[in-house]
């Protein structure tokens, strides 16, 4: 990659574009999974498409034999759009309508269920159905030490928990074929309580093991030492997610035939697709303000950093324009701020370096939660390209949106206008 590359790719798609290295995801897919199957070799992977949904990575999980993990109606719609059989596909969320709920059971897919509200909805279908059976999973909420309680799934401590299960297992054509969870924590330990309060809570509820229990999301993806150091926990790798899990696995059902064990179910989404998607912008312009220097670029903080992940910086790349060679000057820290009108739009804070404007900056990193939060505010989203080094080729992979496509769905019309 050098600046001509870039500014040939800015002059057809515009400033500022996401850069996919889809050959990466997949390759993370293959080392996450194998790390899992050496320990445990009854694990599956669930690919979180909240995550990013971009359809090629959705469509190559599919092909690899994974499953597609969903959180909305429109995901499962997305999933059944690239083909993946409605059996690959695991409904969670804790806001899931009638008919998506009916499309997956009818369909032969998991529901996990997160709420009271769903029970109702999943009784009566079982008995608008009797000829057909059912697959559903309970999604379970506990204490994993965090300072913030989970809002997702049953309370396993609270006393409505096992009358639920009850309620559940007595609709003769539903069968509960696992457990579910999901935490926001990433650090090893917090999967260590997880996991063994899912294997104790699994042997009380089943006498027999169950199809599948299913650990969830939350796994670090790779990254470099500099984006590591700003993390307050230590990032695990794959390897270290796999021996801390999988050994767990391995040794509660050792007694068990392979074909008595369940299936290790995870849904990673970061750990599979952070480092696949790299940002490109371009500098417009460098300015004092007092003792504060303002680098403008052609893209915004809500591009490359999602909510949860302010302060953080990302790694960044700086491709410089040839004829500037001989102009730079040094800067101690510069800030590198969005294009929009809020003040704390940076994506950046106190670079040292060279920079000049008509230079290009590359993010690294932004392959998680990027496209699917960008919102349509001041500009609409830009594209995503696979770049192809050896072949010198560019594959559109999502277009750039345009004014029409964030405006078609208004009403134009005035009130009282014909």
Known sequence: MDWDILEELSNIYGDSFYLLDSQRFERNYDEFLKAFRDIYPK???????KTNY????????????????????MEFDLAAKLGVP????????????????????????????????EIDIVEKIAQDNPEINMSI?????????????????????????????????????????????????????????????????SEKLFSLPPEFIDIGGGFCGKMSEFLKKQFKYRVPNYQEYAE?????????????????????LLEPGTALVADTMKFVVKVIDIKAIR???????????YNVIPTSADGINLPITVYQKPENDRHYEEYDSIDI????????????????????????????????????LKPPFILPNCPIIEYNPKKKS?????????????????????EGEN
Do not use: W
């Open 43 to 49: 694990t599956f992977i669930a690919y979180s498409y």
């Open 54 to 73: 971009t359809p090629k990575l959705c469509a190559l999980i599919d092909r690899k034999g994974g499953y597609a993990e969903v959180v909305s109606e």
């Open 86 to 117: 409605i059996q690959k596909i695991i409904f969670n969320g804790p806001y899931k309508s009638k008919k998506a709920i009916k499309k997956c059971l009818l369909g032969g897919g998991i529901v996990n269920l997160d709420s009271f509200y």
């Open 137 to 201: 999973g309970i999604r379970c909420n506990f204490d994993v030490g965090s300072s913030m309680p989970s809002r997702f799934g049953f309370d396993i401590d609270g006393k409505d928990f096992y009358r639920t299960f009850g309620r559940l297992k007595n609709i003769d054509n539903v069968v509960i074929k696992g457990l579910h969870c999901h935490f926001p924590n990433r650090d090893l330990e917090s999967f260590i309580v997880r996991v063994d309060k899912m294997l104790r809570l």
């Open 244 to 264: 801390a899990i999988g050994t767990k696995f391995r040794e509660f059902y050792k007694h068990l035939d392979e074909s008595e064990k369940p299936k290790l």
């Open 291 to 301: 003792n504060k220097i303002i680098a403008t670029v052609s893209g915004s903080k």
């Open 337 to 372: 701020a969005g294009y929009t009108c809020m003040e704390n739009d940076y994506l950046y804070r106190g670079y040292k370096g060279s920079l000049k404007r008509g230079d290009y900056i590359v993010f690294d990193n932004v392959g998680s939660y990027s496209i699917v």
């Open 394 to 414: 560019y594959e559109i992979i999502k277009r750039k949106e345009e004014n029409e496509d964030i405006f078609r769905t208004f009403n134009f019309k005035c």
